[in-house]
């Protein structure tokens, strides 16, 4: 069962010093209205909104490269910088000079990863850019590559962990006015109407090294695997996907987006075992991605938000053993604090933080960043 929470934030270093106190949130049903936090009137372009696939002049398709022709604009790669800790073990142990049981030495590295994205929006101030959550998570830096090898910074505007998708936003101000001629929006398909047999395309940034064209059939619909500690229905294709596939779309023949690729078996024996996440699936909670307020600027440390809680990351074995959502469960509530305000008890999972998903304390902590005290957000609850 989910509850959302709408919850005001304070000041961290104001609530620090005592000097305010909680004010006073309430707890709704998930399907009441949340709080407005958008830029609004974002919605994806289906295939019914236009007339004909504009694949050709005529509107008609007769193979794999008209697809190709048509949609390779409205697929970018993405690059993802990021910094990961690592532990010394071997320095608990005595080696190195330390002492059995102290703690080990903590490294960190930056690492460079690839991945695929598909142009689902546009406004007069941002373009916008579907994609899994694992191709953007603990970015430090984002860069996006268009069709004509122009690459420009990219912030997360959105993610939920819990369906591995996300929304990431390019300002129009710094895509040169040639790149902006070049792409297209891509039209999304009905995945619901798939038949196993079916011929499928896809296209990303396979290996990193940039847009590939694969093409194969619907192997299988509804299929359930266990991705990252949790479950997921998700069409099977033979089209190869590769890793930096991820995020990159799988389309029907008529040029429509019908699935975000996702995953593939690699295991000793296995061939041809890719996987998409059904666009059917995926289009309500892009959506309310993409219609959340995109957040560049963090606020001043001593103006930074607050809402006082200690809690943990759900792990993947936690999930898999005991069936908690993935998200942070919460270990203590501090008193006055508004989090206690808002009704949020120790036990609780927080699965989502004003929209977007939430896995750990230290994602938690780099989303308020961007928040000022004052501002009223919805918290998603799992109990």
Known sequence: MKRRTLIPLLCAGVLAAGAFTGLTGFADKENNEAADNTDGGYTLLTAADVDGTEVKADGTITGVSDVAAAVMPAVVSITNKSVTEVQDIFSQFGIYGYGYGRQPKTYEYESVSAGSGIIIGKSDTELLICTNNHVVEDATELSVGFVDDEVCEAVVKGTDPSNDLAVVAVAIED?????????????????????????????????????????????????????????????????????????????????????????????????????????????????????????????????????????????????????????????????????????????????????????????????????????????????
């Not at 996702?262 to 996987?275: F, H, P, R, T």
């Not at 996440?277 to 963090?298: C, G, V």
Request: charged fraction near 20%; proline fraction near 3%; hydrophobic fraction near 40%.
């Open 175 to 383: 895509i040169p006015g040639d790149t902006l001629d070049a792409i297209r929006i891509a039209e999304i398909g009905n995945s619901d109407n798939l038949l196993v047999g079916e011929q499928v395309v896809a296209i990303g940034n396979a290996l990193g090294y940039g847009q590939s064209v694969t093409t194969g059939i619907v192997s299988a619909l509804n299929r359930t695997i266990d991705l990252d500690g949790y479950n997921a229905e998700l069409i099977q294709t033979d089209a190869a996907i590769n890793p930096g596939n991820s995020g990159g779309a799988l389309l029907d023949m008529n040029g429509h987006v019908i699935g975000i690729n996702s995953a593939k078996a690699a295991s000793n024996g296995v061939e041809g075992m890719g996987y998409a996440i059904p666009i059917s699936y995926a289009e309500p909670i892009l959506e309310d991605l993409m219609n959340k307020k995109t957040r560049t600027e963090t606020v001043a440390e001593d103006e930074s938000a607050y809402i006082g809680i200690s809690g943990q990351g759900v792990s993947d074995e936690m999930t898999t053993l005991y069936g908690i959502p993935k998200g942070i469960y919460v270990t203590d509530v501090q008193e006055d604090s508004p989090a206690e305000e808002a009704g949020i008890k120790k036990g609780d999972v927080i699965v989502k933080f004003d929209g977007s998903g939430v896995t750990s304390m230290s994602g938690l902590k780099d989303m308020l960043a961007y928040y000022a005290a004052g501002e009223t957000v919805t918290v998603t609850i799992s109990e």
